[in-house]
């Protein structure tokens, strides 16, 4: 692993980076932070009672996607739906912040903008709350992101697919997606859930974690030599060129177009919160790979990022400056 990275070299990474577009289809999110203090059990139920002392909001979903890929240097584009709501004006408000092009957001009146709001007391969440609508976009939504994406695709180095089953990646948006990729030559990576993960076919790289691994599959993976063997069965039934499967505090495997499986060991020190790690995965080896970079130096990267994620409470974004740290403490 060291000699994978140990040439890297960060300035010129960041120059790469700079010329770079990637775009992002998926499921935006906001999510809600209320933190606060537990003093007492309230008279009215067997529950604590929190005292907020801060509020917090932040991209999630295919918006997290979108902060990661700004935070490492690179434009990007979203391609996704939000309510005609509060929410998704505070949405708009942070994409805005972080120079995200949202030509192909789309406002929709029949549902609500995706949100989990999430109440935490010393750093511990406590309860989560998620207002949301999980069925299919409509075909006329559908056919609109199709269009809307159709007219950036010849700007974009690469694109992700974020699914978090909540309704954006429907079967005649992947179906209509895909084969525009194709045409321009355009390299694919895939963050799935279970749903319509057969539809992914021929991609460049496909990124389930263990449990959606499992679920694919239908067996348990209980070491990186099982998802090794899980990574080719993928391959062979999606016929992906790449093959990573993310598997937490046991780290990643990744199974390249060579058929080696290359096993990385995880690098957090203390996990404090993994939420929005598959994000940060996702985004970095798009973005390496994207650059140049090989499909193992940009998964030992990704890797490394997501153990600085892990290491904080909340969702924040990888930086080049917090990899460049990680990395020679690595070494």
């Known amino acids: 692993m060291i ?15 700079s010329k770079l577009r990637i775009g992002v289809i998926g499921d935006v999110m906001l999510d809600v932070y209320h933190e606060g203090k537990v003093s007492r059990i309230s008279p009215e139920a067997p529950v604590p009672i929190v005292d907020i002392r801060s509020s917090v909001i932040k991209p999630g979903g295919a918006a997290n996607v979108c902060r990661n890929i700004r935070s490492l240097g690179a434009s990007c584009s979203i391609f ?30 029949d549902r609500p903008t995706t949100t989990k709001t999430r109440v935490l007391s010393d750093g511990q969440q406590l309860l989560r709350m998620d207002h949301e609508e999980k069925t299919w976009i409509h075909e006329k939504v559908c056919q609109d992101l199709t269009r809307r994406f159709q007219e950036q695709a010849d700007s974009l180095n690469a694109v992700i697919l974020q699914d978090y089953n909540k309704g954006v990646l429907s079967p005649g948006l992947i179906k209509s997606v895909l084969p525009i990729c194709k045409k321009f030559k355009i390299p694919v990576f895939i963050d799935p859930k279970f749903e319509n993960y057969r539809l992914y076919h021929q991609v460049f790289l496909f990124k389930p974690n263990r449990k959606e691994a499992e679920d694919l599959l239908h067996i348990k993976i209980n070491s990186p030599d099982d998802a090794c063997l899980a990574a080719r069965e993928i391959r062979r039934i999606l016929k992906a060129e790449n093959v990573l499967i993310t598997l937490g505090e046991d780290g990643m495997v990744l199974l390249e177009t060579s058929d080696t499986c290359l096993k990385i060991p995880t690098r957090a020190r203390k996990i404090h919160d993994v939420t929005g790690a598959g994000d940060t995965v996702i985004s970095t080896v798009a973005l390496f790979s994207s650059a140049g970079y090989s499909l193992r130096v940009s998964t030992v990267m990704a890797n490394l990022a997501a153990g600085k994620v892990c290491e904080e409470v909340g969702i924040i974004p990888i930086t080049l400056d917090a990899l460049k740290e990680m990395s020679h403490n690595f070494l």
């Open 80 to 109: 996704g739906i939000m309510g005609q709501d509060q929410q998704g004006e505070e949405l708009k408000g942070l994409f805005a912040e972080d120079h995200v092009n949202t030509d192909g957001l789309v406002t929709v009146n």
């Open 3 to 17: 000699d994978l990275i140990r040439h890297v070299d960060f300035k010129d990474a960041e120059k790469r980076f």
